[in-house]
């Protein structure tokens, strides 16, 4: 899983990369990308509202994308911070597909190579 050091826990920062990043889309996600020139690993946040399901659904949905995240953590630029917000199709959707959005979203914004 994501260690803290790899997590956005502010609200400010959630908004930061929201806005000013920029954005990759599909029918299951929403990718949000800010490059930072700081040294430090790279930060990672999810977004998923009530409209994607119930709470054992939401969870579930956030711990499969926690899981991708921590898989592509090493090939993410330092410095980098992430936000991912599901849409309701995320809900239905596998665990490849997930992988599959978020790894083209990362390769189209910041060059992550494919698995």
Known sequence: ??????????????RQVVRRGTRCGGARLVTSVL??????APRFGFII????????V????????KAI???LRDTVPQG???VIRALPASAT?????????????LHRLIGVERA
């Open 93 to 105: 959707a596998e665990f490849g597909d997930l992988q599959a959005d978020v790894t083209r979203c």
């Open 35 to 40: 490059p930072g020139g700081e040294e430090r």
């Open 58 to 65: 939401r969870n579930t949905v956030r711990r499969r994308l």
């Open 80 to 82: 980098t911070d992430v």
């Open 49 to 56: 509202s009530k409209q994607v399901g119930t709470a054992v």
């Open 1 to 14: 899983m994501l260690a803290r050091p790899n997590r956005l826990t502010r609200g400010a920062d959630y």
């Open 69 to 71: 995240c921590a898989e």
